[in-house]
């Protein structure tokens, strides 16, 4: 064999290892590159003579900006971007959580878990480890909560 077709050969196989690790992994963005390498790899073995000349880099090229863009618009709708969702103390205002440490009143060392956060926490009575707990007000990064009766 001649070594366009030993490199054609080289540029398929590495072509289908990048799909196989795109397809175990997805949004690696190996899909580009994997199909650029498995485009080059069947012009060579096709077109023999015209893998080791000045158009390949050329034709990887013309194959890879177009490649790009479609993988781009193809990532873009299987996950739109979305804003980054952020919680603020505002939004906690009657949420459930569940005490982790004791939450007396006048302090704000109590603690208490709401939507798998921990929050500083005080209340107008004493509320123990465990109970569920209502926020009714907020404040910074501290929030106001009463037990929830069972």
């Given at each position: ?69 479609l993988t781009i618009k193809l ?76």
């Amino acid at each position: 064999m001649s070594l366009a077709t030993d490199l054609s050969l080289v540029f398929i196989v590495i072509g289908v290892l990048m799909l196989l690790l795109e397809l175990s992994q997805p949004g690696s963005f190996l899909l580009v590159p994997a199909t650029v390498l498995l485009a080059l790899g069947g012009i060579g073995l096709v077109f023999p003579d015209l893998l080791l000349t000045v158009w390949s880099p050329i034709i990887a090229v013309i194959i890879l900006v177009p490649t790009t863009l479609l993988t781009i618009k193809l990532y873009q709708r299987l996950a739109p971007p979305a804003p980054p969702q952020t919680t603020v103390a505002t939004s906690l205002i009657g949420m459930d959580g569940v005490v982790e440490v004791e939450v007396v009143p006048g302090s704000i060392r109590g603690k208490v878990r709401i939507a798998n956060v921990t929050w500083s926490a005080t209340s107008e009575t004493p509320i123990s480890v465990g109970k569920r707990v209502k926020v009714v007000r907020s404040e910074g990064v501290h929030v106001t909560v009463e037990a929830i009766s069972d």
